[in-house]
């Protein structure tokens, strides 16, 4: 199955997450004060490097150098953490700010939101599941932000209230499904690669399967932020589309007469009239 763009820095060399990790421990746990911030940081760190089965009160605990019964008093269990991870997480997602139309905006969020994805890949199951657990006026004010941040962009950009909302879901519907697709090795098999994909491919049968056999290098030789970027644009088009017939459609009509009946009026004479 396809597998995420890397983005390799000057640095990859390190492990970064890792000294993250090391430096809450030895700085902010045993030598600063903790808080709900630096227990969350430390666990995201945690995760970003060990993945979320290691998560756990006292392993997060030993990262920190203290006492994994005082971490309660930050995060009341295991399901807090990971509500405070993923608030930590879309924290970070900016809506861009003004200067740039709405669709602009959108589409630069969507790869803002990829970038995170590839950033924390062990979270994504967390971005897509937690929310979801909760109702929605009892969720963590961060997971909410970028949904309101969303409504009143589109509903600034012209869309009523309740189809803003339609696009919110179809949008993030969509980002969700493309992450979860591009970073499906380290939700669902971790050792498939494009080798054994594109292997796989071929050994289907050529009659049932012409057009997947056709494509075998088409879907190895996977592309997230271009798939991404075709993707977006395909519902940006169909969204600015809607968008402009709703508008001509909900326009009054100017300049046409009420009656458009070329009939003459009725000018008869009322009966007594005629009568005379």
């Known amino acids: 199955m396809p597998s ?15 000294d993250a990790a090391s430096q809450a421990s030895t700085g902010r746990g045993r030598r600063g004060r903790l808080s709900r911030q630096v227990v969350l940081t430390a666990a995201l760190a945690l995760v970003d490097a060990e993945g979320l089965e290691a998560l756990s009160m006292r392993r997060l605990g030993a990262v920190l150098g203290r006492d994994p019964m005082g971490l309660y008093r930050y995060a009341t269990n295991r399901a807090d953490l990971l509500d405070g ?34 950033a924390h890949p062990h ?10 657990s909760t109702p ?50 380290f939700v669902v098999d971790p050792e498939e690669n494009e080798d054994l994909l594109r292997l796989g491919l071929h050994r289907l049968p050529a009659r ?6 056709a494509l075998a290098p088409a879907l190895a030789d996977y592309d997230g932020a271009g798939e991404l970027e075709a993707g977006i644009t395909i519902l940006l088009t169909g969204l600015t589309t809607q968008l402009h017939t709703t508008a001509t459609s909900s326009t009054p009509t100017r300049g046409i007469p009420e009656h458009t009946s070329h009939q003459a009026p009725d000018r008869s004479e009322p009966s007594d009239r005629l009568d005379a």
Do not use: C, K, M
């Open 4 to 18: 995420p763009t890397r983005h390799a820095g000057p640095d990859a060399a390190e492990d970064p997450v890792g």
């Open 136 to 185: 929605l006026g009892l969720r963590p004010l961060g997971t909410l932000r970028p949904l309101e941040q969303i409504l009143a962009l589109l509903i600034d950009a012209g869309f009523a209230p309740a189809d803003a909302l339609h696009v919110y879901r179809a949008y993030y519907g969509f980002l969700y499904g493309h992450i979860l697709n591009e970073l499906q090795e």
């Open 208 to 213: 049932s399967f012409p057009h997947l056999r």
């Open 123 to 132: 979270v994504v199951p967390l971005l897509v599941t937690r929310p979801l």
């Open 85 to 118: 991870i993923t608030e930590l997480v879309l924290g970070q997602l900016v809506i861009p700010a003004e200067g740039v139309d709405w669709q602009e905006q959108l589409r630069a969020t969507a790869h803002d939101f990829r970038a995170l994805a590839l």
